[in-house]
């Protein structure tokens, strides 16, 4: 067994703006299991991130437990991170993120972790609309113990030891949209390039973004009846719009192929390109696109790419005016200004 | 796309870039391997069935492996793939016991060879084992050619030449030494099955300046020379001496008139010094010996000095080269004199074929070369072939080998009645290195540190003994350090389209960037041309082929580009459906590959 890569580079990888190759993203090999979608996940992150040339210590990756929760270690190695307790991922990360609101916060969460034991952290981190990008690897099973069915399965679906799922699934998209996240998006892991547009736009975003990743177990979720295997989800995705992501620097080319195409500005003025392949899809829509998510479920296709964005949001900082500066910057009698403060402020309650 | 074909070993030969430069296509990966497991003899042995001269060769081989090493497109240096060799030789055990024999009962085919080289050799070795009578003539009193006679012993000790040389003729060669051939037509009466010629290219070129007929005397054609003091007819220098020419029998030259007393040594070059035609290594040992090597200087005309010494006027030229590489000198103006006691000329050497008889069937090229069969050997008289620098010029030792391996096969052929075209091919195998769910039978760490230098003697001392092996060769240790640097190019990344679930784990593991899945592309035509602007990363050299997959299930297809592979296997270990394999290929008759 191979723990590390070799070294020795392509010439010809391109540099991007900080001085980074991609391979400066990258975090120490893998252990998850061969072929599995969270390790292309997080090739999906290390690209992402090297073309949008975010300097690495200004990047903070969280998660909670699980395989998922695993893969911070395999990507941005040179980042901060935080692997916190089972489901409680959100806090941290909001604790974080008050603390200082000047790293990018890239969660990367599982099934288990939001939509079993995080649930309640999940719905509260969206209400609380924080400046995150909040990643699940969806594969519909506990991998790490051993494939038992997730929240996330579809009612009837079947594990590779023959359990069927009883009850309904809980779509996490749909949830996301009705708490008022403000970009949702569903992606395939094996879907490299949309995967990536996505991850940009999310990580340009201010706000809450998340994407439902649908990456298969290839352990104990990839045989022939399992709806979140390699080959059903090849064979069953539907995109509604291509999106590329535009980022500030680029000029917009007036070159671009001629088809269907709505623009979206995002808050730092980088755009994000939407080439429809339906023509009445529309992205500032909440119920448009719960709609077309169960739409899509009834003709069994899965329905990818960005579902929802609204780019003027106010954020939890906005909302609850928290200091802008991130703490670890203030001066000591700025941040514990003493008694005299505390006496006002007690004072303020009598 | 084309999917690459892998019903033949051509793909997989020519990614192991070592192997497939070589002209005898010697399996380097697998004996550098076996060197790693301390199997020396068998790692000679492997040597020895493709090149037939380890020992020598891994002293002076031109190495034309080296510059081809994958190494040296992911870092500086080439793995040192020749020293390596010698490695072999010299911690080998006794191996006579198993070198092949000639049987008893020969098959009654008589062969002539004329010259006893390397190629000649080669042809011997090959051919005495299928019960070949071999007659082998050679003008001088010892058999090697020029591996003897030009090759000083400071490089090429006599004892390892006669060990290799021994194994051969000790096998039965009816060796007629001292024995000059002068009329081909006379050999051809004495009714040999056939006959092969490996004269070499033994006429060093002169050059008559204007003053040439004053100064003749101390004059001498470096091959010459050298041949002088190898056979002990030479054994002193004057002071001063100048040599001529650029090319390794240059560096032999100078080197050897240090030895034979020489203080003042020259080279005087008309190219520039990155242009001589002489291994980087061997200017390098020659500087190292405090030998003047004077780049950019155009011989114009020798002079008879009043005290009888030499002295020839050079001009500086400033040599360029036009955008097809085609070199011109312009002159400066500039004359250099040089004074000196000896002129040794380097400048080339030519084939030299008195001794045919231009009226019985062998037709020559304008250029007074015989005319070949290139792939076959074969002359105009279908029963003469030819071999080493006689075939087309001077080359080096491991070429005259491959030509004497591809000879020896166009004669065996010929004896039999066949046609010497029809000519077999090698079997080949590719065997999966797989051991458990990430272990391999091959050490896939890749060894990130340099190049390690030879071991040689005190320079001083090396410059003053004519029979002392500068070399000292590696010692146990550093060979197992350096072996260490193979990237094992031999086990091939082998693809099975139909096991791919397209996951891209292989793709992203990929430390350099090799792997691709991109849209199939609906045309024909030059794959670079197609593919140009499609792949993650742009292709850094042109040395290696892509290698395209057939359409997988979503319709994409696998392309992976060959170059910069480090044979790491980490494709292999993350693929979770064992689409990818990593496998040995395995030539069963490397002779047949040479084409």
Redesign the interface.
């Known amino acids: ?2 723990y ?11 540099v991007n703006d900080i001085g980074l190759t991609y391979r400066d993203y990258e975090g120490v ?2 252990t998850l ?5 969270h ?2 996940i ?2 999906a992150i290390v690209h992402a991130c090297a073309e949008l040339s975010l300097p690495p210590h200004k990047i903070a990756k969280m998660s909670g437990i699980g395989c998922s929760s695993k893969a911070p270690n395999y990507f941005l190695g040179r980042s901060h991170g935080f692997n916190s307790v089972h489901g409680r991922m959100p806090s941290v990360t909001t604790g974080a993120n008050i603390a200082n609101k000047d790293l990018t916060y890239l969660a990367m969460s599982g099934d288990g972790d939001t939509a079993s034991i995080g649930l309640g952290q999940f719905a509260h981190v969206i209400r609380r609309r924080l400046n995150m990008v909040y990643m699940v690897a969806n594969n519909g099973v506990y991998g790490l113990t051993k494939g038992q069915l997730a929240a996330t399965s579809d009612k009837g679906a079947r594990n590779k030891a023959g359990d069927i799922s009883p009850f309904n699934e809980i779509d996490l998209c749909v949830m996301a949209l009705q708490l008022g996240a403000s970009f949702v998006a569903r992606c395939f892991s ?1 879907d ?1 390039q949309q995967l990536v547009s996505i991850l940009k736009a999310a990580i340009s975003h201010e706000g809450f973004a998340f994407i439902d990743i649908i990456s ?1 177990c ?2 104990f979720n ?1 045989q022939a009846n399992s709806k979140r295997s ?2 059903y989800v ?1 064979q069953h995705i539907s995109t509604a719009a291509i999106s590329d992501f535009v980022p500030v620097k680029d000029e917009i080319s007036c070159d671009l192929p001629a088809g269907n195409y709505d623009d979206i500005c995002l808050h730092d003025g980088s755009l994000i390109r939407l080439y429809k392949s339906d023509e009445n899809f529309k992205c500032d829509d909440k119920l448009h696109a719960i709609n077309m998510i169960e739409k899509h479920k009834v003709k069994n296709q899965i329905l990818t790419g960005l579902l929802y964005v609204n780019p003027a949001i106010d954020t939890y900082h906005e909302v609850n005016q928290t200091s802008d500066t991130p703490l670890n910057q203030l001066r000591e009698d700025v941040l514990c200004p003493g008694q005299r403060v505390l006496s006002s402020i007690n004072e303020s309650f009598r | 796309m084309k999917k690459t074909d892998v019903n033949t070993y051509q793909h997989y030969l020519k990614v192991v870039d070592c192997q497939q430069a070589c002209p005898a296509h010697t399996p380097v990966p697998e004996y550098i391997r076996l060197i790693t497991q301390q199997r020396y003899s068998d790692a000679y042995m492997l040597n020895w069935q493709s090149n037939v001269f380890p020992g020598i060769l891994g002293r002076v081989c031109d190495r034309p492996c080296e510059p081809a090493c994958r190494r040296t497109r ?2 500086d240096k080439a793995v040192a793939i020749c020293r390596l060799k010698r490695v072999t030789a010299d911690y080998k055990e006794d191996i006579t016991e198993r070198l092949p024999k000639a049987p008893k009962r020969q098959n009654g085919k008589r062969i002539a060879l004329v010259g006893a080289g390397p190629a000649s050799l080669t042809v011997a070795r090959d051919l005495l084992p299928l019960g070949y009578q071999i007659d082998m003539f050679e003008r001088d009193a010892k058999a090697g050619g020029m591996m003897r006679s030009q090759i000083p012993q400071f490089r090429l000790p006599h004892d390892v030449l006669d060990e290799e040389l021994n194994y051969i003729l000790d096998m039965g060669v009816n060796g007629y030494f001292n024995h000059p051939i002068d009329s081909l037509e006379n050999l051809l009466n004495k009714n040999y099955d056939a006959v092969f010629i490996g004269t070499g290219a033994p006429k060093g070129r002169h050059l008559p300046l204007p003053g040439y007929d004053d100064c003749q005397l101390d004059i001498k054609i470096g091959i010459d020379w050298l041949s002088g003091v190898s056979f002990e007819h030479i054994s002193e220098a004057p002071k001063r001496v100048v040599v001529l020419g650029g090319g390794n029998t240059a560096m032999d030259c100078c080197r050897t008139a240090k030895r034979l007393g020489a203080t003042d040594v020259k080279v005087l070059v008309r190219s520039s010094f990155e242009a001589m035609k002489a291994s980087p290594w061997e200017k390098e040992d020659a500087m190292a010996e405090e030998i003047a090597i004077m780049p950019n200087h155009s011989p114009l005309e020798y002079k008879r000095n009043d005290d009888g010494s030499i002295q020839i006027a050079f001009e500086k030229v400033i040599s360029s080269y036009d955008k097809s590489n085609n070199r011109t000198l312009t002159p400066t103006g500039e004359i250099v004199k040089v004074d000196c006691d000896l002129v040794l000329v380097a400048i080339g050497q030519d084939t030299s074929f008195p001794w045919i008889e231009r009226d019985i069937g062998l037709k020559f090229n304008d250029w007074s070369q015989p005319i070949l069969n290139k792939l076959t050997l074969q002359s105009t008289l279908p029963q003469v072939f030819f071999g080493g620098d006689s075939a087309f010029g001077p080359e080096n030792i491991i070429t005259a080998v491959a030509h004497g391996h591809k000879a020896a096969i166009s004669i065996d052929l010929f004896c039999h009645g066949k046609q010497p075209e029809n000519r077999p091919d090698s079997d080949f195998n590719l065997i999966s290195q797989k051991m458990g ?3 391999w039978r091959y050490d ?3 060894e ?1 540190h340099q190049r390690l230098a030879v071991p040689h003697i005190d320079w001083q001392q090396a410059s003053q003994q004519l029979a002392t092996e500068v070399e000292l060769g590696f010692d146990e240790q550093l060979a197992l350090q350096e072996a260490q640097r193979c990237l094992n190019c031999d086990i091939q990344t082998v693809f099975t389209e139909s096991k791919c ?5 292989c ?3 990929c ?3 090799c792997i691709n899945f991109i849209d199939d592309i609906h045309k024909s035509g030059d794959a670079n041309t197609l593919l140009a602007g499609k792949l993650r ?4 050299t042109p040395e290696q082929d892509y290698f395209i997959s057939d359409k997988l ?2 319709g994409h297809i696998m392309v992976k580009d060959e170059d ?1 592979c ?1 044979h ?3 494709c292999a ?5 064992g689409a990818w394999d990593m496998q040995k290929l395995i030539l069963s008759n490397i002779e047949a590959t040479i084409k």
Request: glycine residues 6%.
């Open positions: 067994m191979s590390a890569k070799s070294t020795f580079r392509h010439p010809n990888l391109k090999v893998s299991c061969a072929g599995c979608g390790d292309s997080s090739a094996g490299r298969p290839v352990t990839n390699y080959d090849q | 992911v870092e769910m990430h272990e896939n760490q890749i990130h679930i397209e996951c891209s784990a793709e992203d593991i430390p350099l960037d990363v742009e292709k850094a299930h979503t910069l480090v790491c296997g980490l270990e993350r693929c979770p459906t």
